[in-house]
T-cell receptor, first 115, second 113 residues
């Protein structure tokens, strides 16, 4: 079984400050992890993914995420937030073992960046 | 939203009517998916398909039907049996490997009154 938790429904940050959107996961084996962003009334856009190798993954729009196996976490980060980063962010996981290609999504975290 | 189109963007129907949402992809992806999104509930999987003429129920398939007659197309019909059809519907596609991300369409907002 696989699951994802995004413990914060909403994150507020001032423009220019660093931001973190949290994600923890549970899988039977090892995970493939993904972050997506959704702007209002739009589909989800892929930001980045962890497959293997370096625990720090860099993605689109200056975002990065750190894979921490011991804490089963994959938090999304950005050094300096922009107002235009305000959106809904989804974390997703697939288990490497078991064969299913169906990902499990978190409930989403609304990021609000204040000017 | 590149490579996947959904139409229409907004759809209004009267209660008791069936309605079909279109989803087309030109990414040559084998797998296609339909999700429903309601405020505060994230994404819920309705149906998915990994090959033409084959599809599987997701977590909330009741009241919905799909077809996959072509690799590029995966239309979703919301039937009158669906009790709360008003929602934002998202179509996605991907390769059939676990490390591959999904590509999403722009969504269709369905309102049933």
């Amino acid at each position: 079984a696989q699951s994802v938790a995004q413990p914060e429904d909403q994150v507020n940050v001032a423009e220019g400050n660093p931001l973190t959107v949290k994600c923890t996961y549970s899988v039977s084996g090892n995970p493939y992890l993904f972050w997506y962003v959704q702007y209002p009334n739009r589909g989800l856009q892929f930001l980045l993914k962890y497959i293997t190798g370096d625990n720090l993954v860099k993605g689109s729009y200056g975002f990065e995420a750190e894979f921490n196996k011991s804490q089963t976490s994959f938090h999304l980060k950005k050094p300096s937030a922009l107002v235009s980063d305000s959106a809904l962010y989804f974390c997703a996981v697939r288990d490497r073992t078991g064969g299913s290609y169906i990902p499990t999504f978190g409930r989403g975290t609304s990021l609000i960046v204040h000017p | 939203d590149g490579g996947i189109t959904q139409s229409p963007k907004y759809l209004f129907r009267k209660e008791g009517q069936n309605v079909t949402l279109s989803c087309e992809q030109n990414l040559n992806h084998d797998a296609m998916y339909w999700y429903r999104q309601d405020p505060g509930q994230g994404l819920r999987l309705i149906y998915y398909s990994q090959i033409v003429n084959d599809f599987q129920k997701g977590d909330i398939a009741e009241g919905y039907s799909v077809s996959r007659e072509k690799k590029e197309s995966f239309p979703l019909t919301v039937t009158s049996a669906q009790k709360n059809p008003t929602a934002f519907y998202l179509c996605a596609s991907s390769q059939l490997t676990n490390d591959y991300e999904q590509y999403f369409g722009p969504g269709t907002r369905l309102t049933v009154t």
